[in-house]
């Protein structure tokens, strides 16, 4: 199979949109589906011109969201709030949660099949709200739900690719843990080529990766966060899960998941992809003692994050 049907949950928003075009230039998606709670007919009338073969369809407001996710092969998830004046992180949880929850319930009924990565924030908790809600109606599989990681290698690739001045498209950084602060561990003892830092430079760099989302909301002075990249790294996700459904053999990518390779339940490694999802996770590998460390400071931050989306999920 190589025709695909991929809804965008949000597709209206900072993100949602770029995914979209993304999404609307890549050959694998013949039909695009973008639900959002605003302004889904007229990003789905823009985008339906652009001379690529994937039709487009715009759902707007949850009395379509049904028809929207109906048998779709990929769902992606970038719904929800960035921070506002005023929110405090509990706010963000609370509306993000309930917005993660309700088209988790909705995927649970019309596409049980659909392969799901969640984009909306904060990551480390959603994906459990959503493995819940599967489970809670029946349809869970583990295999098959996903929190998107893949920015986080994106960056570490780019930074580590500028401070040795090679080209990012020859570098891969593995990143493994969570999507937030001390949960992000990259693993530079592994990158491709093989490099080295002094010590001080290999924790700034280390600290530059975990907080790269705060300099783009600082950058952004008040604007929200991260849009464009992340989109970036939501279509290379969408991608790999595309080419795995496919067929294509050794479709490597991380993401968070349902996982056993550590103490924490989800936690991020390398997977390889295939037509139900993931095939392998391919797990830890070997890690340096500075790495055991930031592995070590990440395990009871994620396991405190992953009780938080259960807790809600169950509440
Ligand atoms: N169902 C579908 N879409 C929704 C819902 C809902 N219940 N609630 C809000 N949305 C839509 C909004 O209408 C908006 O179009 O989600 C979109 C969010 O877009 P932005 O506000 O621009 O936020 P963005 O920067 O894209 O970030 C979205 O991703 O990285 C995370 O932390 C970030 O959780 C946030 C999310």
Redesign the pocket.
Known sequence: QNNFKVAV????????QPLSLLLKINPLVTELSL?????TPGVAADLSHIETVGKVKGYNG?EN?LEALRNADVIII??????KPGMTRDD?FN??A??VR??AKAAAEVAPKALIGI?????NS?VPIACEVLKQAGKFDPKRVFGVTSLDIVRANTFIADGKGLNPKDVSIPVIGGHSGVTIIPLISRATPSVSFPEDQLKALTTRIQEA?TEVVKAKAGA????LS?AYAGARFANSLLRGLKGESNVIEPAYVVSDVTESEYFSTPLLLGKNGIEKNLGLGKLSDYEQQLLKAAIPELKKNIKAGVDFAKK
Do not use: C, E, F, K
């Open positions: 949950a949000g597709a209206s928003g900072g993100i949602g639900y959002d709670i605003v302004h949850p969201l970038p719904a929800g709030v960035p921070r963000l509306t993000n309930g917005i309700d088209l984009i909306t924030n904060p990551v959603t989302g929200g966060s991260a849009t992340m």
